[in-house]
């Protein structure tokens, strides 16, 4: 079945550590999302790709970084910059620009946890 | 600055009883308004899009619908499956901005 699977689904990170969350689709989406969720918060964009080795910062990119060298994979690296990286992360894609980035795919979502 | 707000943040219903979410919205050249039904520990799932004012779509007991400036998510006779939380999105280009969302309790 067609979908976007993240992984791991829980994360525990020593302080100062950097870590990757995998972001796998097989929808043959061209945009991908990543999101970040904290309780009674939003869902906040951290950052965005339209097209392979292309993307953009979103609302809160600080702190994260991310690659895009094939269309179905969006990893993204919490850096230990990132001053309270404790949070449940999305990742998203959407099928062509018709439909304007609505319409997300969402992935199980990873819950990370700092110690 | 483009915003999405949601009301109530918390809705508890009995089962049968009838309500509206609401979604309001400020964002600039709007081309889309987006629903979500987000369960607990798992990634929102798509309910809806409209995409003009007094469109209106619906699937099974929710029916949603668009204003200028709002949007209601309205669930007749709710079951205890419709418990969850309720995400409103609007954007004007890639990036979409979320509601807090409003989680429903429907009880027995």
């Known amino acids: 079945d067609g979908g976007i699977t993240q992984s791991p689904k829980y994360l525990f990170r020593k302080e100062g550590q950097n870590v990757t969350l995998s972001c796998e689709q097989n929808?043959?989406?061209?945009?991908m999302y990543w999101y970040r969720q904290d309780p009674g918060q939003g869902l906040r964009l951290i950052y965005y790709?339209?097209?392979?080795?292309?993307?953009q910062k979103g609302d809160i990119a600080e702190g994260y970084s991310v690659s895009r060298e094939k269309k179905e994979s969006f990893p993204l690296t919490v850096t230990s910059a990132q001053k309270n990286p404790t949070a449940f992360y999305l990742c998203?894609?959407?099928?062509?620009?018709?439909?304007?980035?609505?319409?997300?795919?969402f992935g199980e979502g990873s819950r990370l946890t700092v110690l | 600055e483009d915003q999405v707000t949601q009301s109530p943040e918390a809705l508890r219903l009995q089962e049968g009883e009838s309500s509206s979410l609401n979604c309001s919205y400020t964002?600039?050249?709007?081309?889309?308004l987006f629903w979500y039904r987000q369960d607990p520990g798992k990634g929102p799932e798509f309910l809806f899009t409209?995409?003009?004012a007094g469109e209106e779509k619906e699937k099974e007991r929710l029916k949603a619908t668009l204003t200028k400036k709002e949007s209601f998510l309205h669930i007749t006779a709710p079951k205890p499956e419709d418990s969850a939380t309720y995400l409103c999105?609007?954007?004007?280009?890639?990036?979409?901005?979320f509601g807090k969302g409003t989680s429903l309790l429907v009880t027995p």
């Open positions: 998203a894609s959407s099928g062509p620009s018709g439909t304007s980035g609505g319409e997300l795919f």
């Open positions: 929808l043959n989406h061209d945009a």
């Open positions: 790709s339209q097209i392979v080795n292309d993307f």
């Open positions: 964002v600039s050249g709007l081309r889309g």
């Open positions: 409209l995409y003009s």
């Open positions: 999105a609007g954007g004007s280009g890639y990036a979409l901005n």
